[in-house]
T-cell receptor, first 112, second 115 residues
Framework: AQSVTQPDIHITVSEGASLELRCNYS??????LFWYVQSPGQGLQLLLKYFSGDTLVQGIKGFEAEFKRSQSSFNLRKPSVHWSDAAEYFC??????????FGAGTILRVKS | GAVVSQHPSWVICKSGTSVKIECRSL??????MFWYRQFPKQSLMLMAT?????????EQGVEKDKFLINHASLTLSTLTVTSAHPEDSSFYICSPIDGGHNEQFFGPGTRLTVL
């Protein structure tokens, strides 16, 4: 069965610092991988996705993620965090028929 | 981006009552609808999948007679929690698929608290 692990429940970074959110997945076939952001009162917003091809994926808001098959990872990165990036971030793997299996989420706090 | 609305955004009800949650896709037709549930400090868990005009398919462990899903039109799906109990208190999120573009969107969620 598919599963997603986000090892960090909370992460705090200073504004302007770099960010990396970890995601590991378990999936038998070639995975479809996603990163979503959830702000209070808002629906999940897609940051980026990987289906195939270039393993470094660029997303919105300056985020990128790298698919590493050997490590079963799909870590999210941003070179310089802004205060508005504070939110909860979910990694997900696409199972059959658009079904998504989500990780537990990582809450990002940004300190000024 | 596409707009998905959920109503109500939050609801408090007494144990034993039923609650209906509406999910609307405002600018696209949702051929498929997923309903997720998110308990505090946990991830989203898929409850069921429905296609317009057909019966929903429920994930293992989700009671179909308790969580009634209606997907009667391409812009509206409803989830009714029947005879709600405190353990049903959760955050319910709909996720429609834009059939024309094969894109998935998420509603803002409905916070259900059962007393």
């Amino acid at each position: 069965a598919q599963s997603v692990t986000q090892p960090d429940i909370h992460i705090t970074v200073s504004e302007g610092a770099s960010l990396e959110l970890r995601c590991n997945y378990s999936y038998g076939a070639t995975p479809y991988l996603f990163w979503y952001v959830q702000s209070p009162g808002q629906g999940l917003q897609l940051l980026l996705k990987y289906f195939s091809g270039d393993t470094l994926v660029q997303g919105i808001k300056g985020f990128e993620a790298e698919f590493k098959r050997s490590q079963s990872s799909f870590n999210l990165r941003k070179p310089s965090v802004h205060w508005s990036d504070a939110a909860e971030y979910f990694c997900a793997v696409g199972a059959d028929g658009n079904k998504l299996v989500f990780g537990a989420g990582t809450i990002l706090r940004v300190k000024s | 981006g596409a707009v998905v609305s959920q109503h109500p955004s939050w609801v408090i009800c007494k144990s034993g009552t039923s609650v209906k949650i509406e999910c609307r896709s405002l600018d696209f037709q949702a051929t498929t609808m997923f309903w997720y549930r998110q308990f505090p400090k946990q991830s989203l868990m898929l409850m069921a999948t429905s296609n317009e005009g057909s019966k929903a398919t429920y994930e293992q462990g989700v009671e179909k007679d308790k969580f009634l899903i209606n997907h009667a039109s391409l812009t509206l799906s409803t989830l009714t929690v029947t005879s709600a109990h405190p353990e049903d208190s959760s955050f319910y999120i709909c996720s429609p698929i834009d059939g024309g573009h094969n894109e998935q969107f998420f509603g803002p969620g409905t916070r259900l608290t059962v007393l």
